[in-house]
C-alpha cells in the first residue's frame, strides 16, 4: 500500500539559509500534518491543512511557512535557519475527516543545520 | 509531552511479554493510539482504540484502557528483538483539529 512520501530524506543547511521539505499523501487522503521531532523528544505540532486550507496551527516558528497544493502534497519553507532547526520533520496525512484522526507519517527528513 | 506521560525505558528478554505504559491527563480524550518509531524511521500507527472500550487485541498486541484512572497499556505477546523502538502513546480528542498530543515515548530493548 502508498504511504506518505517525504522528500528529501536528509537535508544539510547553514544557518540562515533556506529549506523546502516536500510531503507527498496517501492517495485520497485530504489531510496533512507537520510535525517537528528534536532529539529524543516527541513530536511536536506545526501545522496541518485540509483541503488546501490550513486547518490548525501549533508551535510553527514565523520564519516557517507551509502550504497544501491542488493535488495535496505539501510544502514546509524553512527561512533564516538556526541551529535549533534541526529536527526530524514528520509529515503525516489522513483520510476525510470521520472524528478518529488517525495520521498516517511518513519517514521523515533530517534537517540538519550546521 | 507533558499531557501524556510514559517511562521512557523498558528491556525485556526475547519471548518474555512487553507492557508499556501510559497516562494522560484529559478526561475528554476519545481516542488513544500508540506508534511504533524505529530508529530513523516515521511513526508507524500499531493500533488505536475508542474511549468506550476498554480492551482491543490484535495479534501479539492488547491495549487495555482505564478510563478512570486515565491509563492506557500496550502488551506485546512473545517479545521479539524486531520489536525493539520506541513506543509513543498518544491521544486525541477526534475530530476535525489536530490535539494529538504524544507522550515522550518508551524505548522497549529486547534482549536475546
Known amino acids: 500500500a502508498a504511504g506518505v512520501i517525504q522528500s528529501p530524506r536528509h537535508l544539510i543547511k547553514e544557518k540562515r539559509e533556506t529549506a523546502t521539505l516536500k510531503c507527498y499523501p496517501i492517495?485520497?487522503?485530504?489531510?496533512v500534518y507537520w510535525y517537528q521531532q528534536g532529539p529524543g523528544q516527541d513530536p511536536q505540532f506545526l501545522i496541518s491543512f485540509y483541503e488546501k486550507m490550513q486547518s490548525d496551527k501549533g508551535s510553527i516558528p514565523d520564519r516557517f511557512s507551509a502550504q497544501q497544493f491542488s493535488d495535496y502534497h505539501s510544502e514546509l519553507n524553512m527561512s533564516s535557519l538556526e541551529l535549533g532547526d534541526s529536527a526530524l520533520y514528520f509529515c503525516a496525512s489522513s483520510p476525510k475527516p470521520d472524528g478518529k484522526n488517525i495520521q498516517y507519517f511518513g519517514a521523515g527528513t533530517r534537517l540538519s543545520v550546521l | 509531552g507533558e499531557d501524556v506521560e510514559q517511562s521512557l525505558f523498558l528491556s525485556v528478554r526475547e519471548g518474555d511479554s512487553s507492557v508499556i505504559n501510559c497516562t494522560y491527563t484529559?478526561?475528554?480524550?476519545?481516542?488513544l493510539y500508540w506508534y511504533k518509531q524505529e530508529p530513523g524511521a516515521g511513526l508507524q500507527l500499531l493500533t488505536y482504540?475508542?474511549?468506550?472500550?476498554d480492551m482491543k487485541q490484535d495479534q501479539r498486541l492488547t491495549v487495555l484502557l482505564n478510563k478512570k484512572d486515565k491509563h492506557l497499556s500496550l502488551r506485546i505477546a512473545d517479545t521479539q528483538t524486531g520489536d525493539s523502538a520506541i513506543y509513543f502513546c498518544a491521544a486525541s480528542k477526534g475530530g476535525n483539529n489536530n490535539d494529538m498530543r504524544f507522550g515522550a515515548g518508551t524505548r522497549l530493548t529486547v534482549k536475546p
Open positions: 482504540i475508542f474511549s468506550n472500550m
Open positions: 492517495p485520497r487522503h485530504d489531510t
Open positions: 484529559d478526561s475528554s480524550s476519545t481516542y
